[in-house]
């Protein structure tokens, strides 16, 4: 079948950006604006969250963009403080699960037969449990507080990038040169150092940028449940939790911005390791 | 003759495989109970102090003493485990300090009503997710297909309680079409309760999980049908004439029915996390909520309780997926033990 091309049909010239270039692009986009957030977020001072009776329940203004609550604090810095509480908890947990899934994977795929077993089990047996039961029992061993949380993201969220990690070392393992290696007399240490390690440091980098989100959510829902910090403290699930009270008033605002204001975080950090990703890997290069 | 011994056969793998199933999940909750009681005997929070509470200026620390001496705290560690294991085994999972009842009751009571809610917004999700991916990856690169991933990836960072309150404020604060919680109405005797009373309060709960659950299924049949489209099969039945979604359901819906349904049953995890959250936002009766007081409390019966129960639920939506791969899917039932 022949087909017919119109005229214009090749539009490569007169459009201004190729994939690769647009991706950067979006990459450095959406790190500039998690930047600003985070320095937003830093320049707030304690000073805008005091709370200002004679300014309590005003609806969104020009002066207070997302609104006051019932105790005249002003929505936006509160917004803005719990997302960085919210960043900095995703920050911790995400690094502690990703070095979590290297140690496992890594020790999985080198490490001789019985010892991956142990750690499928071990995999297995820390995906049985919905991963909001286990954050909940955490929070409550631990007693509450930020430590709880970042300890109950950690123990949640690495087995799933372990298995990753694991399928992809198991897979350089497999090598010629690794085997070449092996039969030189490296010790396994070696080749898990120097052969399989490099490998990947992609997905590495591009497992905890898609961890982030997970965990970013995941401190919102149990911050939300009542679980993590006290009532005073500004974080995005408290806000929200809050909100419910005042919402069968008309107080919409308490509830939406906030709300929105997460998702636009969740969301840039994963187009982030998203086009990473892309960016990262040739196989997915052409997406 | 041979067909019967083949079925003989057939009934022996498949006894065998399940047999390794059933092994599998005792030890399963086996390392769950030991992990979560080891944990919990390490946490920093007094059992007795949590079950006295708010009473305790009127509680004497002779008192204290024999409530710790009557529930055998002054007991090694291993000597409780075993106490607590040898009793759930003889289906004694305590008493909730919570509701003072037996945590057996609480969870079947409670689970109850978390399984409506579940499995209306499972089987929503499970077909509307379905032909939203079906509809994505037949318009692949148009607008139908813009919109919904961009859906699909904007609820993806969305956390299922703010899609609940945004549901509360609209439907039922602004409207006022839905009641605001619970499972029943307020202040109505439990016999008057009709069954369309318990639907009016479940809508609102089961849109909330639904729309989150929909994500997912919808995504990954989108993936699956774009690969399955872009094969040569497709690609010759492209050249017979056939078009549209005559030529989906055609040689499309077959390939990839089977891991959606699948993919589907091994979402219960997520499932029930999202049970947990959007039950808090309407004060729905379930066995989320009961976790998250369970939590709050310190009610560590019901807590282990939960964990046991919400990890068997997981195992029977991961065994279900493995057994419809294996009965189902002829490559498997050839291929041995995949």
Redesign the interface.
Known sequence: MRRSIPPGADRSRNRPLNLRRSTLLIIAGTALMLLAILIIGLLIDEQSLVTQPQLRNQAPSPSHWFGTDWLGRDMFARTMKGLLLSIRVGLFGAVASTLLALTFGLLAATGGKRVDRFISWLI??F???????TL????????GGLRGIVIGIALTHWPSLARVLRAEAMQIRQAEYVRISERFGKSRFWIARHHVLPHLLPQLMVGFLLLF?HAI?HE??IT????GLSPHQPAI?II?NE??RY??T?M?WL??FP?IS??IV??LF?MLGERLGMLLDPRRAHE | MAGGSRLRRNLMVYGKWFAMKLIRLCTLLLALSIVSFCLISLSPIDPVQAYIGADAMRVSPEQRQEIAAYWGLDDPPVMRYLHWASAILRGDMGTSMLYRTPVADVIGERFLHSAALMAVAWLASGVIGLALGIVAAAHKGRWPDRLITWYCYTIASTPAFWIGLVLLVVFAVWLGWFPVGLAVPAGVLAAEVTLLDRIHHLILPALTLAMVSIAPIALHTREKLLAVLSSDHVLYARARGEKGYALIMRHGLRNILLPAITLQFTSFSELFGGAVLTEQVFSYPGLGQATVAAGLGGDVPLLMGIVLCSALFVFTGNLIADALYKLVDPRMRKGGDG
């Open positions: 297995d047996l995906l049985s449990v919905p991963h909001l039961v909940i029992m955490i929070a409550y061993i631990s007693g989100p959510l919102a829902a939300f449940l009542g679980l699930g929200l909100s419910m919402l069968s008309g919409w509830a939406i709300g997460l998702i969740v969301r994963g």
